[in-house]
């Protein structure tokens, strides 16, 4: 599996390579990618006279000397753990380089820190994060710096139980992250969702939040027996809390550092793996976050 690595020198791009190291995803081979971004606009380098124009270029060359040691350094390293490496140095926005990179070399995945420092700023943050989430075409992995090293070898698998959501879950397979040693399958259902139900399902003479868990815990457990026919451990968990403090629940019970879900997906449960929720939960939580994509 092809995965591009972002990388800078800021710890955190070091830690990423660590993460993803851990995850030992089958035939990984990794391309580490620094970006040198542009400084300004290009009205303001219109803007800029002879001799500015002289030390910007200067400038840029010296960056560009200091991104291909760093590559270097960054491809010694991954050719030391015996894992097949080509480095690149592109110019321009980070994360259309690094999402070009990715098609050019047909990568299966980009790992980025959230805040992998550039020279010239964020490498994923804010707004520019939030464009990565949306845009990046592979699936994606976000190592927190913040985190005991080995805790993003537990995971927690979110699922709506959409057919993207299924999808994403054999992408996993193929992935084959064999350093996961535990998989919680998680699935968050809003108490809306029982008091929508509950005209036809108490006729039953049924509890109604009860009949939810269960139908949703067995729907988890075919996944869960699933993850653990292809070698994983794995167990399932359902919870009638919002989605985010389901999340968070979970993790910390599980003392899990990684969460793994779908980037899109609208199913019975809507919500759990959209966009908005794999937004939430790159830019605003300290565990790790691997978005599956198909």
């Given at each position: 599996?092809?995965?591009i ?6 710890a ?23 970006v ?6 290009t ?18 060359q ?10 270097t ?10 894992i097949?490496?080509q480095?690149?140095l ?17 990568a299966?995945?980009?790992c ?10 964020h ?12 845009q ?36 996993l ?20 969702l029982?008091?929508?139900l ?29 993850l653990?026919?292809?070698?994983f ?5 359902v ?26 997906g609208?199913?019975?449960l ?10 939430h ?14």
């Amino acid at each position: 599996m092809r995965a591009i690595l972002g990388v800078s020198q800021h710890a955190s791009a070091f830690q990423s390579f660590e993460a993803l190291l851990r995850l030992q995803f089958s035939d990984l081979e990794i391309h580490p990618t620094h970006v040198v971004e542009h400084v300004g606009s290009t009205l303001g380098k219109f803007l800029l006279t002879a001799t500015e124009s002289e030390f910007y270029t200067h400038y840029m060359q010296s960056e560009e000397v200091k991104a291909r040691e760093l590559l270097t350094s960054f491809e010694k390293m991954i050719l030391e753990r015996g894992i097949v490496s080509q480095g690149h140095l592109r110019q321009g926005h980070v994360v259309n380089e690094l999402i070009q990179q990715a098609k050019d070399v047909d990568a299966s995945l980009v790992c980025v820190s959230l805040r992998a420092q550039e020279s010239l700023g964020h490498m994923v943050f804010g707004s520019v994060g939030r464009k990565m989430i949306f845009q990046c075409p592979t699936s994606l992995l976000v190592p927190k710096p913040n985190q005991a090293p080995e805790a993003i070898k537990r995971a927690v698998f979110a699922t709506d139980h959409s057919p993207f959501a299924q999808k994403a879950l054999d992408q996993l397979i193929r992935m084959r992250p064999q350093g996961l040693e535990h998989i919680t399958v998680l699935t968050s259902y809003p108490q809306n969702l029982a008091s929508a139900l509950a005209p036809f399902v108490s006729q039953l003479g049924l509890d109604v939040s009860r009949w939810v868990e269960d139908k949703l815990l067995e729907e988890n457990t075919k996944i869960a027996k699933k993850l653990e026919q292809e070698g994983f451990h794995a167990v399932a968990e359902v919870c009638g809390e919002p989605v985010h403090d389901a999340i968070e629940k979970s993790l910390k019970s599980q003392e899990a550092g990684l969460l793994i879900l779908g980037a899109q997906g609208h199913g019975m449960l809507e919500g759990l793996s959209l966009g908005s929720v794999s937004a939430h939960q790159v830019l605003h939580t300290n565990h790790s976050v691997l978005i599956v994509r198909p």
